[in-house]
């Protein structure tokens, strides 16, 4: 049986301050001022345009929550702060919390919204502010490097595969699939204000000769193909069941005979009480998209199954489900 929580701990999870001074310092930009060289308080205020004193409440808090070192008079980034939060930095992940900073509000309107059921939002930040949109799916891209190559090897894909990345972003997982089958080429189709991005990742990672763009609305326009594996990732939880099961289903139409489905999303158990991450990301999804909800895993194969797929298979718990179009001549 999993421990119960102390008052201590119950309390930490209801502090919002320090989510919220960080929050406010990277809007403020306070980590790349003082990239480089330690500045007085007067400084940093002159250079970010705030007023003195009360910025030495906030930057005497970012020195006690290990962002900042003080000495003197002085305030200096710490090595994290150096290499995560200074804008020009290649590891920078400021781009991610000024998200997070942006889906504020909306939050605040928690209470309202699970006491109505009415959402509160028309459209998704990546919609109302396409530029901050495509700054995090370069983070994200970063970021997700390392889980790419490791779901390619997973699926075993040989010979001269082509693969439909939908909802593909930066080309993250087309080029991760690309590094590890050297007969793959891919088409990453997504909106035409991500695919700039997504060009330019690609060429940098030097596959623009095997990966292809393919601009659109998944929902509504033809996805090209056929294809031998569609990869749909981390798409299915800003839409609704119904929207879901029909796009599964275009999908089934685009591949070839025999082709393969992999759906990769943050699934809920059964009883919707885990992983604790996804329960919180539920309730994230809730506050900030204006129709997306987190799905069981039952809920993509019902999908799936519905489609014409066959051989259906959950390949991580919670996170990975495929499965297979018939061949031809073959009945499911």
């Not at 710490?78 to 995560?84: E, F, G, N, V």
């Not at 190559?149 to 001269?160: C, D, H, N, T, V």
């Not at 060009?199 to 996805?223: H, Q, W, Y």
């Not at 879901?244 to 990769?264: D, F, M, Y």
């Amino acid at each position: 049986m999993p421990r119960e929580l102390s008052l201590a701990e119950i309390f930490q999870l209801g502090y919002y301050w320090e989510t919220k001074i960080l929050l406010t310092a990277v809007r403020l930009n306070v980590f790349s001022v003082l990239d480089g060289k330690p500045k007085t308080a007067a400084e940093v205020a002159a250079k970010i345009g705030a007023h003195e004193p009360t910025l030495v409440l906030l930057l005497n808090a970012l020195v006690a929550m290990r962002l900042l070192t003080k000495t003197a008079e002085f305030y200096g980034n710490t090595t994290t702060a150096d290499a995560h939060l200074v804008r020009h930095s290649p590891q920078y992940i400021g781009h991610l919390l000024l998200l997070h900073d942006a889906e504020w509000n909306n939050w605040g309107k928690l209470e309202d919204t699970i006491r109505s059921g009415k959402r509160t939002v028309d459209r998704h930040v990546f919609e109302t502010d396409p530029t901050l949109g495509a700054n995090v799916l370069a983070v994200l891209h970063r970021i997700g490097r390392q889980s790419g190559p490791e779901l390619a090897k997973r699926l075993r894909l040989e010979g001269r595969v082509r693969l439909l990345d939908l909802g593909g972003g930066a080309g993250t997982n087309a080029i991760a699939f690309c590094q590890v089958y050297p007969e793959l080429t891919a088409t990453v189709f997504d909106l035409p204000a991500t695919l700039p991005l997504a060009e330019k990742t690609v060429k940098d990672a030097g596959f623009d000769s095997r990966i292809g763009m393919l601009g659109g609305d998944f929902n509504l326009d033809g996805l090209g193909g056929p294809y031998d594996v569609a990869l749909m990732s981390d798409i299915l939880h800003y839409q609704t069941c119904e929207t879901n099961q029909t796009l599964v289903k275009k999908v089934h139409e685009h591949l070839a005979p025999g082709g393969r489905l992999v759906i990769k999303d943050r699934f809920l158990d059964e009883a919707g009480t885990g992983p604790a991450w996804t329960t919180a990301f539920a309730v994230h999804i809730l506050v900030n998209t204006q129709q997306g909800a987190c799905y069981k895993t039952a809920d993509a194969i019902r999908w799936m199954t519905s489609a014409g797929f066959h051989s259906l298979e959950e390949l991580e718990k919670t996170a990975v489900v495929q499965g297979l179009k018939a061949s031809s001549g073959q009945r499911t």
